[in-house]
């Protein structure tokens, strides 16, 4: 089973669009028998500055919907619910710009897809390594928590090790939003 979801990643991999982006990125090494839990389980360890944003996301995408309902019902109470919807934003965007951003690792360059990722890492990893992983871009397109199997990882010039993995666990809705932004940052032929 593992051995054909591998073959099929590695299809995948050919055909599917990839981009590079400056991504922050979190790793950690996994056991095989929680490499299939749901990346977003407390178990895991997941930084702050990744739940935040991400809750931050979830609630825009909540209010966001509601609103869009509202406002086939009652288009004045949606315009005053967006208005403090916006005055939300200018808050927590303040609260972002001076309290997280100093929280925040500094982007690196990441190459991904739906299927996989390379980043760099400090250390070699072991090929067929289980990582559990968090990826946010730095414009807040999106964070994501996923499960991944390491497929290389080699040494390059800078001293670092270009590791490529193809996910294991990635919710749909994520792989929705690494869609999305594969399609806008996409140069047009």
């Avoid at 916006?86 to 690792?105: C, E, F, H, R």
């Avoid at 993995?165 to 140069?187: G, N, W």
């Amino acid at each position: 089973m593992e051995n054909l979801q591998h073959q099929s990643a590695n299809m995948e991999r050919r055909v599917m669009s990839r981009i590079d982006a400056a991504l922050r990125v979190n790793y950690q090494i996994i056991s095989d028998d929680v490499a299939l839990n749901d990346p977003y389980d407390p178990n895991f360890v997941l930084p702050r500055y990744f739940l935040l944003l991400a809750e931050l996301d979830q609630f825009d995408h909540a209010v966001n919907y509601e609103l869009e309902q509202l406002t086939e019902k009652d288009q004045q109470i949606a315009r005053i619910l967006s208005l403090f919807n916006q005055k939300l934003n200018l808050i927590t965007g303040s609260l972002y710009d001076a309290i997280v951003q100093s929280m925040l690792p500094i982007p690196e360059h990441v190459n991904f897809s739906e299927t996989g990722f390379s980043f760099f890492s400090e250390r070699p990893i072991q090929e067929g390594t289980y990582i559990h992983v968090t990826l946010s871009h730095p414009e807040n397109f999106f964070h994501i928590a996923a499960t991944a199997q390491v497929v290389y990882s080699r040494a390059e010039e800078n001293g670092k090790f270009r590791t490529g993995a193809y996910f294991i666990t990635l919710h749909p809705q994520d792989r929705v939003k690494l869609a999305e932004c594969i399609t806008v940052s996409k140069p047009k032929d």
